[in-house]
């Protein structure tokens, strides 16, 4: 990837970094005009196997799929925050070292308070819009 790409993908994310995210309405207009810019509409997401059975299912497939994904992997928490460290081109990919600030989750009081190290690797097609 070029730095363009890397740029592209820095454009994608910088909105909502440092966001509440889980006061975002994934399903309004505005956030699917972003998806509909950002992302093709043949977008494919597969999360990690740890991840399924805790909110999301392992694969989305689509801007609907990637707003069901979003919503039910936020959704849980009474809190959460990204922050994106760095943008790093590797190869065909970006790769974004991220800090997931998260609070209780709703439903379990004992639920764990936080700060998660992530790591996303992002790659890029661009499609005909």
Aim: proline share 5%.
């Amino acid at each position: 990837m070029s730095q363009e790409n890397v740029e592209k993908i820095k454009a994608m994310l910088e909105p909502f970094d440092g966001a509440e995210i889980t006061a975002i309405d994934w399903e309004s207009e505005a956030i699917r005009e972003i998806l509909e810019r950002d992302y093709s509409p043949d977008i494919e997401l597969r999360t990690l196997e740890s991840a399924v059975g805790s909110g999301p299912s392992s694969y989305y497939k689509g801007w609907d799929g990637l707003i069901r994904y979003f919503t039910e992997w936020f959704e849980p928490f009474g809190e959460y925050r990204m922050r994106w460290l760095d943008y790093v081109e590797a190869g065909e990919r970006v790769l974004v070292p991220n800090e997931g600030v998260r609070g209780r989750k709703r439903e379990r009081a004992a639920g764990r308070n936080g700060t998660r190290p992530l790591l996303r690797a992002s790659g890029r097609h661009d499609h005909p819009t």
